[in-house]
């Protein structure tokens, strides 16, 4: 008669009881914080949503987003952060071409002052493609999120003035399962997420 279960029972039941934990640990802390590193020259006169994952401002001066004079996209994470220089280019890349893919897709303003278009990448919280998929088999949920932050501003190209300004984070769903078993994509779908969101911003006052 076995009064005891086998060792290595013990030891997937206690690791199964870690990832139930960890997973309960995300959910109570299931959104990212939008970043706050001094590029965003307005963050006073910025308002913050409850959440705590998006900061934003937006003058009532007209922009035309059919006049986007530049865009520039600077890399604010540490160098030790983990990031290769490839992954790095891959995501300003990323989105360089999601600002300039949602400004084109607004309607033009008659009268919409030219803007130039600054961004920073703050934050990036890539996954571990093996570990999800171990969680995966044994919670039938992928553990590690993955997502992304940016500050973004929109400036007068004449003068220079803050038209529009936000700071974004977001963690990539559960329901953007497939992403989590690569890497970078959670990172690159919440940079084209915050791409969207400068839209709508710039789309209030158009």
Same mark, same amino acid.
């Given at each position: ?7 290595? /029972? ?11 934990? /960890? +997973? ?5 802390? /299931? =959104? ?5 590193? &001094? ?14 994952? #998006? ?5 009532? =001066? ?15 994470? @540490?160098?030790?952060?983990?990031? !290769?220089? =490839? ?24 009268? &919409?002052? @030219? ?8 934050? +990036?919280?890539? +996954? ?6 171990? #969680? ?10 993955? &997502? ?13 003035? @803050? ?9 990539? @769903?559960? =329901? ?5 078993? /690569? ?14 969101? !400068?839209?709508?911003? !710039?789309?209030?006052?158009?």
């Amino acid at each position: 008669m076995k009064l005891f279960p086998k060792p290595e /029972s013990l030891i997937a039941l206690a690791f199964r009881m870690f990832l139930l934990v /960890s +997973v309960a640990g995300l959910a109570a802390c /299931s =959104t990212m914080q939008a970043t706050d590193t &001094g590029f965003l020259k307005n963050r006073s006169e910025m308002t913050t949503s409850k959440d705590g994952s #998006t900061a934003y401002y937006r003058s009532p =001066t007209p922009v035309d987003p059919h006049q986007v004079r530049s865009i520039s996209v600077e890399w604010a994470m @540490p160098i030790d952060a983990g990031v !290769l220089g =490839t992954e790095r280019a891959r995501l300003i890349s990323t989105l360089k071409a999601a600002i300039s893919r949602e400004a084109e897709a607004l309607p033009q303003s008659v009268g &919409g002052h @030219p803007v130039v278009i600054r961004a920073v990448i703050t934050r +990036v919280e890539s +996954v571990n493609p093996a570990l999800n998929v171990l #969680t995966s088999v044994l919670l039938t949920v992928p553990l590690d999120r993955g &997502g992304a932050a940016v500050e973004i501003q929109v400036l007068d190209a004449d003068t220079l003035q @803050p038209l529009a300004s936000m700071a974004h984070a977001y963690f990539v @769903p559960i =329901t953007e399962f497939k992403a989590r078993f /690569s890497a970078l994509a959670p990172a690159e779908l919440a940079l084209n997420a915050a791409a969207v969101e !400068l839209a709508k911003l !710039l789309r209030e006052k158009s």
